[in-house]
């Protein structure tokens, strides 16, 4: 069966970073476009970006913009979420994803990870 797995998150101060991965088995991962998540407390779970399959990515969410920045090897069926200048509100857990992409850039999630938390001290 599919299974995505998260790893790396864990408690940074302010300013730091953190590396999140997200190893994939159970499906053709180079035939998946990868999406992080994350939920904070209380919320909603926002998306924070994707890469497609072609390795182009889409536009990051207002909050993390040039802080964060995904990638992914193929080569290891995984898919990384670099964040830098950590803030308190960057505080939540982290999910993965995978999904089909379709005309328009639309893409649909078929495939969700645990998650991992991330927490930021201030």
């Known amino acids: 069966q599919v299974q995505l797995v998260e790893s790396g998150g864990g408690l940074v101060q302010a300013g730091g970073s953190l590396r999140l991965s997200c190893a994939a088995s159970g499906l053709t991962f180079s035939n998946y476009a990868m999406g992080w998540f994350r939920q904070a407390p209380g919320k909603e779970r926002t998306f924070i970006a994707a890469?497609?399959?072609?390795?182009?990515?889409?536009p990051f969410v207002r909050s993390v913009k040039g802080r964060f920045t995904i990638s992914r090897d193929n080569g290891k069926n995984t898919v990384y979420l670099q964040m830098n200048s950590l803030k308190p509100e960057d505080t939540a857990v982290y999910s993965c994803?995978?999904?089909?992409?379709?005309?328009?850039?639309?893409?649909?999630?078929?495939?969700w990870g645990q998650g991992t938390q991330v927490t930021v001290s201030s």
């Open positions: 890469i497609l399959r072609s390795g182009s990515t889409t």
């Open positions: 994803a995978a999904g089909a992409e379709y005309a328009g850039n639309s893409i649909t999630w078929n495939y």
